[in-house]
């Protein structure tokens, strides 16, 4: 089985989560990957060190954890959800993938948690968010803490939602009202808060803006610049 730890979480989200993805939990994977556009651009990104750690906040299904650890075979994951709905699924994903022994996952709050009770860890080499941005209330705080989790030479990377500002709004509109029926909201202001965290922290921003503003793409750390984003 895949390993799982503890944290103390957002209640009221948890249960409004599981409400959400009770049920579209079966489905979720096969439904989502026409539309979050940049996940695997991010996961070919990562390029963790030989034996490195990464984690990902807001982890869901597992469904990148899956993939990122197929592709990082000497690497060692964990996720964090605070969906135990979505943990459940994770966590058979994970088994039927035979990564039971380098993925754990646990449930809590991604803009407050203790990887330390969790995980057993301070730190680690990669800290990732896909598509979770638009669903945490306090994402900012979200993104802050993902980058104090990092260790010397880390990276922080997240892709969501942008703005569709070159959408037709006869597009635009319709999708972001199903977008605000699951709680999605997006974040038009996230390059500017990925820029500001960079230079908060001496650190630098690589940002993206993907497939006319659908998306946005950003990767923060010491070695954020070490390669152009893979394309």
């Known amino acids: ?22 049920w579209q939990r079966h489905i979720y994977d096969m439904t989502r ?36 650890a197929q592709r990082y075979p000497t690497a060692r ?9 979505m943990l459940d699924s994770a966590r058979r994903s994970i088994d039927r993938a035979g990564l039971g022994g380098r993925v754990v996952i646990a449930q809590g709050d991604a803009s407050a948690f203790d990887p330390r009770v969790v995980f057993g860890r301070e730190t680690f080499d990669r800290v990732f968010v896909s598509y979770a941005l638009s ?52 974040r038009g202001d996230l390059p500017h808060v990925l820029s500001g965290l960079a230079a908060r922290h001496g650190a630098r921003a690589d940002v993206s803006i993907l497939h006319g503003g659908y998306a ?12 152009p984003p893979n394309d």
């Open 135 to 186: 669903m945490i209330p306090p994402w900012q705080q979200a993104l802050e803490a993902g980058l104090g989790l990092l260790g010397d030479g880390g990276e922080l990377s997240c892709v969501d939602f942008g703005t569709m500002t070159r959408y037709p709004t006869i597009l635009r509109g319709p999708f972001q009202a199903w977008l605000a029926a699951f709680h999605v909201t997006p």
């Open 1 to 22: 089985m895949s390993g799982q730890g503890t944290s103390q979480g957002d209640t009221a989200g948890a249960v409004l989560m599981d409400r959400i993805y009770g």
């Open 33 to 68: 990957k026409p539309y979050l556009l940049g996940r695997d651009r991010l996961i070919a990104d990562l390029q963790p060190p030989d034996g490195g750690t990464v984690l990902e906040l807001g982890c869901g299904t597992a469904r990148n954890l899956v993939v990122a």
């Open 216 to 227: 946005v793409y950003g990767r923060v750390g010491h070695d954020a610049a070490r390669k």
């Open 77 to 85: 994951f964990f996720g964090i959800d605070l969906s135990s709905a």
